[in-house]
């Protein structure tokens, strides 16, 4: 019998997806950032992330009020991903019974403010006993920002593949933790992400911008997610890939090499799209203007494979996958 490790977690929710029925109210289902649902004249927006102790944090190196805040900022930037406007949130909260009170206080103030950074609320959930690990459930509810959901289908031939931010900065970080080094801003994006709320509604309101996804898992493999609900390639650019500065410095004075980080670090939850060629140039433009920094075109949409190569050539997927990843 094959196990779950031996087909990761994509190949699980795929098998799962099969089995699991569906509804006339559904309009996007199980295999994009959020399941969209009709109710009665409008849609909703919904997503859930698992947060477990000692699998996506640790408490020796990250206090409760960063616990919370990511906790919470993970779950919105699904909503961020979609184009959409984060509401609500319940939130189900496991824990052994020695756990400090206050120490839980902080967790729950550590999601609150990430969810108001967005402009969310949390209106209820669950909680129990549980033996170990701390474990946090946080799932959002919201809306599509003008009438319309940027999904990872949606794609076409010829588009340029974009990124909102600089990568590898939230993998540094964790990396900076781990061997105790000293960099406080590649720890702060690892421990304090902010997911491009206000940013993905603005993309979201650009009809040249046809399908978006966040970089949680790193961005090889959520790219990979486009290329396969779209069947087609995507071409990276090595020489668009450029580290920034933290991570230039970072990794020449540890002797790493940056690119894993920015291909496969994850965690940094910016956001990646695809937009016309056409009207690429004023899409940024704007952007910049609105935004006050520059967009990275990292690669294009080509008909000629499947899957995301390097200037064409086949490199190893990377990323995280829950239940290939080693600990």
């Not at 990250?62 to 939130?91: E, F, H, N, R």
């Not at 701390?134 to 799932?139: A, G, H, P, S």
Request: charged share 25%.
């Amino acid at each position: 019998m094959r196990t779950i490790g031996e087909i990761g977690e994509f190949g699980m929710i795929e098998r799962l997806a099969r089995v699991l029925p569906s509804s006339s109210g559904v309009v996007e289902g199980i295999g994009d950032d959020c399941a969209i649902v009709r109710v009665s004249d409008r849609l909703l927006l919904v997503s859930c992330d698992l947060f477990v102790e000692d699998v996506h944090f640790r408490r020796s190196t990250a206090g409760p009020l960063d616990i919370g805040w990511k906790a919470a900022a993970t779950a919105v930037s699904d909503i961020a991903a979609m184009g959409g406007v984060p509401l609500y949130a319940v939130v189900s909260l496991a824990c052994p019974s020695d756990t400090g009170v206050v120490y839980l206080e902080q967790i729950c103030e550590g999601l609150s403010a990430a969810l108001a950074r967005s402009g969310a609320v949390i209106v209820g959930g669950d909680t129990t006993r549980s033996p170990g690990p701390l474990t946090i459930d946080v799932t959002v509810m919201g809306e599509p920002s003008g009438g319309r959901c940027l999904k990872r289908k949606g794609a076409r031939y010829g588009d340029l593949v974009v990124v909102s931010g600089p990568l590898g900065l939230s993998a540094a970080g964790l990396h900076a933790l781990e061997k105790g080094h000293d960099e406080p801003k590649l720890i702060e994006a690892h421990l304090r992400p902010k997911p491009r709320i206000a940013e993905g509604q603005w993309l979201c309101g650009k009809n040249s911008v046809h399908a978006m996804i966040d970089i949680s898992d790193g961005l090889v493999q959520d790219l990979g997610h486009i290329a396969k609900a779209n069947n087609v390639g995507i071409d990276l650019r090595r020489e668009t890939l450029v580290p920034s500065p933290e991570i230039k410095a970072y990794c020449e004075n540890h002797g790493l090499d940056p690119m894993p980080f920015i291909t496969a670090g994850g965690e940094d939850y910016e956001l990646a799209f695809t937009v016309d060629t056409a009207q690429a140039e004023e899409v940024l433009a704007s952007f910049e203007r609105e935004f006050g920094w520059k967009l990275n075109v990292v690669g294009e949409l080509t008909g000629q494979w499947t899957g995301v190569r390097l200037d064409g050539e086949e490199l190893a997927r990377g990323g995280f996958d829950h239940f290939k990843s080693k600990d």
